[in-house]
Structures are given as C-alpha cells and as structure tokens.
Nanobody, 120 residues
Framework: QVHLVESGGGWVQPGGSLSVSCAAS??????MAWFRQTPGKDREFVAA???????YYAESVKDRFTMSRDIATNTVYLQMNRLKPEDTAVYYC????????????????WGQGTQVTVSS
C-alpha cells in the first residue's frame, strides 16, 4: 500500500527559510514532485524530481527553492529560501509511476499536505 507522509512547514517571516519533507512507502516512483495550493485556486506545480536525477522548478521558485531526492530512503525534500508572502500555501507531495511533469493529473498519489505560512 502506498503512503506519502509529509512533515515540516510552519510559519516564517518574509526572507526566511523552511523545509518540508515527504517519505514515500510502498514502491519507488518514477517522478516525485511538490505542488502547492491556496484557497480558491488550482493546485500549482512547484518542483519535480524524476529518477533521472534532473530537477525541474516553477519559474516563481527557481533560484530560491531546492528539491532533493534520497532514493535509498524514498524521501524527497524541499528547501525553501528567501520566502515571500506569496509562497504561503498548503504544500503537497505527489508521486507518479510514469513520467510526471507540471500537470497534477500526471500524478497517481498525493500526501495530505502541510501548511507553509510566510508573514510578518
């Protein structure tokens, strides 16, 4: 049975840093990714880490966020630096058994989400 369990997140002032992690169980996925969502808006792509070792980022987070993936422990991490109020959202971990890109529909499993709040 597949589970994605997120941890981390919380509150930070603008300009600060936070990290979130996601531990997957049940199988190894071709692509793992992070999305985020605010009330009333669609789920938004943040970053993806396929097994190839490449990394893909949304333009809005490029050069501020870093996604890493530990295949041995089946865990992904998202290090978020220079956070802005507009980064406030619920962050979701997602996993795809095939190639996953920026479309949420490409992902087969989702975590429960963890809140990240950036405010002064």
């Amino acid at each position: 049975q597949v589970h994605l369990v997120e941890s981390g997140g919380g509150w930070v002032q603008p300009g600060g840093s936070l990290s979130v992690s996601c531990a997957a169980s049940g199988r190894t996925f071709s692509t793992m990714a992070w999305f985020r969502q605010t009330p009333g808006k669609d789920r938004e792509f943040v970053a993806a880490a396929p097994l190839t070792g490449s990394r893909y980022y949304a333009e809005s987070v490029k050069d501020r966020f870093t996604m890493s993936r530990d295949i041995a422990t089946n865990t992904v991490y998202l290090q978020m630096n220079r956070l802005k109020p507009e980064d406030t959202a619920v962050y979701y971990c997602a996993a795809s058994m095939a190639w996953g890109d920026e479309a949420p529909s490409k992902y087969d499993y989702w975590g429960q989400g963890t809140q990240v709040t950036v405010s002064s």
